[in-house]
Nanobody, 123 residues
Framework: QVQLVQSGGGLVQAGDSLTLSCAAS????????MGWFRQAPGKEREFVAL????????KYSDSVNGRFTISRDNAKNTVYLQMNSLKPEDTAVYYC????????????????WGRGTQVTVSS
């Protein structure tokens, strides 16, 4: 079983940038699909960005495509989410998640979760 420890987050202003990190331990990180999800108050959790373990292919939600970048450093067992041009509607608790390799591009197959970190964007 993989364990995920998140860092980063905080309060920023609209237009600012922020980077989230997620350090993994346990099952072979380099092969895992990794993703970032978020949940705003009163809303369901939604996927933000996913990255494969095999070739670092990526997938983004329409709402963040072009502003956010997911990346991974397998030597450090860490996945990142670089968030640029932040908007108030990006305010949410952000979760790092992992899945087995074949399911990396299927948000519904992510089964291991970090504890979440708050991102608040003021207008």
């Amino acid at each position: 079983q993989v364990q995920l420890v998140q860092s980063g987050g905080g309060l920023v202003q609209a237009g600012d940038s922020l980077t989230l990190s997620c350090a993994a331990s346990g099952r072979a990180f380099s092969r895992n699909g990794m993703g970032w999800f978020r949940q705003a108050p009163g809303k369901e959790r939604e996927f933000v960005a996913l990255i494969s373990g095999s070739d670092s292919s990526t997938k983004y939600s329409d709402s963040v495509n072009g502003r956010f970048t997911i990346s991974r450093d397998n030597a450090k067992n860490t996945v990142y989410l670089q968030m640029n041009s932040l908007k108030p509607e990006d305010t949410a608790v952000y979760y790092c998640a992992a899945t087995y390799p074949p399911y990396w591009n299927l948000p519904g197959r992510y089964d291991t979760w970090g504890r979440g970190t708050q991102v608040t964007v003021s207008s």
